[in-house]
């Protein structure tokens, strides 16, 4: 699985907007958010849609972000993460 390219970005844009929006992310690349210094949200692409790699703990959860409903799921996971 690829990480997302530059139009699979484009198409999460106001996923993006959302997320950029939350305190305590920086986007340190288009599509790609850190906690602090730790790698923290990044996009996959392949052919069964685009995913979300959220670190939970020490590892990364993955979530679908292809329907309004995936979208948000995942910022339901990033407001849940950045509470703690």
Do not use: W
């Not at 929006?21 to 986007?27: D, I, M, P, S, T």
């Not at 210094?37 to 990044?42: E, M, P, Q, V």
């Not at 020490?58 to 339901?76: C, G, H, I, S």
């Amino acid at each position: 699985m690829k990480h997302a390219g530059a139009q699979t970005l484009q198409q999460l844009s106001a996923l993006l907007e959302q997320i950029r929006q939350r305190q305590g992310l920086k986007e340190r690349k288009l599509g790609i958010f850190y906690r602090k210094s730790r790698s923290f949200l990044h996009f996959h692409e392949d052919p069964a849609g685009t995913f979300a790699d959220l670190t939970v703990g020490e590892t990364f959860d993955r979530y679908p972000v292809n329907t309004a409903k995936d979208r948000k799921a995942l910022m339901a996971a990033i407001d849940r993460i950045l509470a703690e």
